[in-house]
């Protein structure tokens, strides 16, 4: 399984960017697929996670401006970042986890969001 991430640049506080989430290969039908950041000098954080049956689960810290959404057709996740701050200036890397007990994990490549005015 392979992840690639798309989306991130710079943008001004209070802007807006969508990250995308590619997963290819052979993916278990019961799969927790996510997003994670790492701002410099931090630990990797959980931003927001979507399960395979429709559950979504974000952290205190975006909650009501981000919303994750994805299409399983496409195998792909979405972050929907909006009213975003300079806190928000991380590496967001894409997670999917997948099995009966989600004992695999696969990590996407981290691509890099700046909000700076």
């Known amino acids: 399984v392979q992840l690639q991430a798309f989306g991130g640049g710079l943008v001004q506080p209070g802007g807006s960017l969508r990250l995308s989430c590619v997963a290819s290969g052979s993916i278990h039908s019961i799969n927790v697929m996510g997003w994670y950041r790492q701002a410099p000098g931090k630990q990797r954080e959980l931003v927001a996670t979507?399960?395979?049956?429709?559950?979504?689960n974000y952290a205190d810290s975006v909650k009501g401006r981000f919303t994750i959404s994805r299409d399983n057709a496409k195998n792909t996740v979405y972050l929907r970042m909006d009213s975003l701050k300079p806190e928000d200036t991380a590496a967001y890397y894409c997670?999917?986890?997948?099995?009966?007990?989600?004992?695999?994990?696969?990590w996407g490549q981290g691509t890099l969001v700046t909000v700076s005015s």
């Open positions: 979507d399960t395979s049956g429709g559950i979504t």
């Open positions: 997670k999917l986890s997948s099995g009966n007990w989600l004992q695999y994990a696969y």
